[in-house]
């Protein structure tokens, strides 16, 4: 039976005196336990933990403890309490299996005994000046008794800020051999459970047996806290938890001890992978290190309970890490009895960069038949093709789950294939000068010759969302820039997307290098896929203006390269041509609304306004059933208005359109800085000088004179195909094609020369000599 059992009546505050309900079972050690029967099986895939309704969250020594290990890291602390409640307010179960009497015991007791020898040295002495007082080693269980109610009142005066009632239990090893006191436990958690009261529990270090001292549990008044894995992992079990966070002072389980040069953080644990692991020391504040957690993480997985182990100290993710977890992403280690049919995301990425090394090695001509070949493939299997892409179409159209301008660019079609495959084959004839380029050569110095030359960019991962012809162009893009590429596409054309990857590869395959191209086809979420930073060279993102701006959020270590929107502005100018003006607006809105180079707002030079031209624009649009939405200027014009528009930086991406008058060219400029995205931007006009000074002053990728935005296309301009068109200021810019995806290496050749041979006392002198290059010339 319990020596006591006090528990939070459901009174209103003012009766209720305390929020905390201590519970005492006494007995708890480090005891071995058969395993019970499974209560059911854990989750397979990290995005199932949204569904965990029972939650164990363990705290470590090194996680509760500050870093002298005398009293509570607090501000820490504080942040768990408020992840806990925040999970408990959404209708979960929480329980936290805590460390920390002992360090807070330790706090009190130094606190008392510094205190004591002062005021008796005082006494002693007479006089002011105390001499130096030394703190005897303080022994755990007594700082144990000392700081377990410190404890149990912060946690109650923490939670008492989100109107939760706590409840503390002590256990020992007794309480779990014993059957009668087991049931006793766990029929008061259930009930604890019950009243909504988050129980908190720790085992009773004021009697249990101290710890056996460690090697590396060192100097004079370092106290070993008692570590609560083997309870944290049984009371899950016990308790049919669906999940057990553990949280450390690591980032998680690591093939190898963290710190070490080739240890990597293991992102899924499976049984029967201890083997390939080998342990590094114990935390200087815990006595279970990680063999202790991942043993008792493994217990808790057979037993039906999912574990993660998390960093619960690093101040970038403390504060969010437990909700983030139960929220599916990609923290820790996550324990699984379910193992992939496929390769990790990580070892398809290795794969990648190995076979693009040797895929990057090929003779541009190889390089060539690759592209080729693929080529061929989608005309020769475009049945195969169309009929996935017809699966796609009609789960996305029975769903409703896309609009329709993502529905309309899923859709493919004859036309697309075909118009694909002579892309490829024109980029095929342009990539044999790619790769090895020579850009320039100098003559530092006699028979010390410099050379900058193109090289791959390295792994790309291409990220794109119902646009499955993103694929092959993509593809062979890298394959004629000898990169590896990863690809992540959107779910809604995952059967087209996976035999346009499998006709990749067998197009690869002719030169041995398969692996090059990866398809993603895991459940890795993008925000985790950003965080490679270690093994992803650059991220082009290819869909909405949401998807960019998340992924350029979220890759904090790796470059991005694309545009968030599509703002393109089409500006109609006082001198302008009628049949030119209606052609170009009519295009470039109306031939693809759903792309990114379409027209989204018309600018309308203000002596236009009720003429004969503007008339038969207006006429056009309505004709092409455009809706207009009108802007601030063009609405006070007018007596009944279109709608006014919401904002004048919208990407419609459908048959709609914005229409503002301005005064002049440079109006126009002024609005087109001020409002576009730095897309695309044209001018319609007859005055070679209004049209220069428009092309020269508009500062976005693409500025046309006379001809539809729809021509900003890397096929249109020759390139072949493009990976997307990039609005940033460095690297490339426009449609990114073959060129964009490389980047340059310096190559020097001397023969034993040193930079001591050129000082003021060497023997030679720089030369810096431009050597001419043959065009093409490839090294």
């Known amino acids: 039976m319990f020596a006591r059992l006090a528990l939070c009546s459901r009174l209103p505050s003012r009766i209720r005196q305390s929020n905390v309900c201590p519970v005492s079972i006494r007995g ?76 807070f015991g330790k706090q009190r ?112 008044n370092v106290i070993s806290i008692k570590d609560n894995d083997s309870l944290a992992a049984r009371l899950a079990v016990e308790m049919k938890a669906d999940l057990l966070i553990a949280l450390s002072d690591v980032q998680g389980l690591y093939d190898s001890p963290p710190g070490t040069d080739d240890a990597k953080l293991i992102d899924i644990f499976y049984p029967g992978d201890q083997q390939s692991i080998t342990y590094g020391t114990k935390s200087r504040v815990g006595i279970g290190g990680m063999e202790a957690k991942v043993k008792a993480a493994l217990w808790a997985l057979q037993g039906g309970t999912s574990v993660v182990i998390a960093n619960g100290t690093d101040p970038k993710v403390t504060g969010h890490v437990i909700t983030d977890i139960v929220e599916g992403k990609k923290i820790g280690t996550f324990f699984s009895e379910v193992k992939p049919a496929g390769p990790t995301v990580e070892q398809q990425t290795e794969m990648a960069r190995h076979a693009g090394r040797a895929l990057a090695s090929l003779l541009p001509e190889q390089r060539g ?18 009929s996935a892409n017809r699966k796609d179409m009609e789960l996305a159209t029975s769903t409703g789950c896309l609009s329709q301008p993502l529905i309309n660019r899923l859709s493919l079609s004859t036309a697309k294939l ?63 820039s000898g990169n590896a590429l990863l690809l992540k596409g959107g779910k809604e054309a995952s059967n087209t997307n996976k035999i346009l990857h499998q006709l990749t590869q067998e197009a690869l395959s002719i030169h041995g290098v398969a692996d090059a191209i990866q398809l993603v086809s895991t459940r890795e979420e993008v925000e985790d896929l950003c965080k490679l930073d270690k093994m992803i060279d650059l991220i082009i993102p290819r869909g909405s203006s949401e998807l960019v701006r998340d992924i350029q959020r979220a890759a904090k270590g790796i470059p991005v390269l694309g545009h968030s929107e599509g703002v393109c502005h ?8 009628m049949d030119k003006a209606i052609d170009v607006v009519k295009d470039s809105k109306c031939d693809y609304p759903a ?37 601030p200027r063009f609405a006070s ?43 695309t931007d044209v001018i319609v006009t007859e005055n070679e000088e209004t049209a220069e000074q428009f092309l020269q002053q508009v500062d976005s990728a693409c500025v046309f004179w006379n001809s ?63 050597i001419p290059v043959p065009q093409g010339h490839i090294n």
């Open 28 to 103: 708890f050690s480090q005891a071995k336990f058969l395993l019970p029967r499974s209560h059911g099986k854990s989750f397979a895939h990290r995005s199932e933990l949204k569904q965990a309704k029972r939650i164990v969250v363990k705290l470590g020594s090194a996680v509760v403890t500050r870093g002298d290990e005398c009293g509570l890291a607090l501000g820490r602390l504080a942040s768990i309490v408020e992840q806990v409640a925040v999970l408990q307010n959404q209708g979960r179960e929480m329980m936290i299996v805590t460390s920390g009497a002992v360090a």
């Open 109 to 220: 007791l130094r606190h008392e005994i510094l205190l004591s020898q002062s005021v008796r040295q005082a006494l002693h002495s007479g006089q002011n000046q105390l001499k130096d007082i030394s703190v005897p080693v303080l022994e755990a269980r007594a700082c144990a008794a000392a700081g377990q109610s410190g404890l149990m009142a912060l946690y109650e005066a923490m939670f008492t800020q989100y109107s939760i009632c706590t409840a503390q239990i002590l256990v020992t090893n007794l309480d779990f051999h014993d059957e009668q006191k087991r049931r006793n436990l766990n029929s008061t958690l259930h009930e604890l459970l019950r009243m909504n009261i988050v129980p908190i529990i720790n085992t009773n270090d004021a009697v249990v047996p101290p710890p056996v001292p460690n090697s590396d549990l060192q100097g004079v």
């Open 369 to 386: 038949e690759i592209i080729c070949c693929l080529a061929e493939l989608l005309t020769e299997k475009k049945d195969e093709i169309l």
């Open 418 to 480: 075909n118009s694909l495959a002579i892309g490829l084959r024109q980029l095929a004839v342009s990539s044999g000068n790619s790769v090895g380029r020579v850009l320039r050569r100098t003559r530092v110095a006699n028979n010390l010759e410099l050379e900058q030359i193109t090289v791959p960019i390295g792994v790309l991962l291409v990220i794109f969302e119902s646009r499955p012809d993103c694929l092959p162009q993509v593809s062979a893009l890298a394959i004629a």
């Open 570 to 577: 089409v500006y109609v100018d006082s001198e302008a041509s």
């Open 595 to 631: 792309a990114c180079n379409a027209m989204e707002t018309l600018l309308i030079h203000r002596d236009l306004l009720r003429t004969p031209l503007f008339d038969q624009i207006i006429d056009m649009l309505r004709t092409e059933e455009v809706k207009i939405h009108a802007g």
């Open 637 to 679: 014009y007018l007596t009944f208005s279109p709608s006014e528009v919401k904002s004048l930086r919208t990407e419609y991406g459908d048959l709609e359109c914005c229409i503002e008058v301005v005064d002049s060219m440079q109006d126009a400029v002024d609005h087109i800085h001020k409002y576009g995205s730095s897309h």
């Open 708 to 770: 539809s935005s729809r021509f900003a296309d890397g096929y249109r301009f020759g390139l072949g195909a493009e990976v997307g068109i990039s609005t940033a200021r460095i690297h490339a810019r426009g449609p990114v094609g073959l060129e964009g995806l490389l980047t340059t290496k310096w190559v020097l050749r001397g023969e034993g020369h040193t930079v001591a041979d050129f000082s003021e006392q060497g023997s030679m002198k720089y030369l810096h000599e431009s």
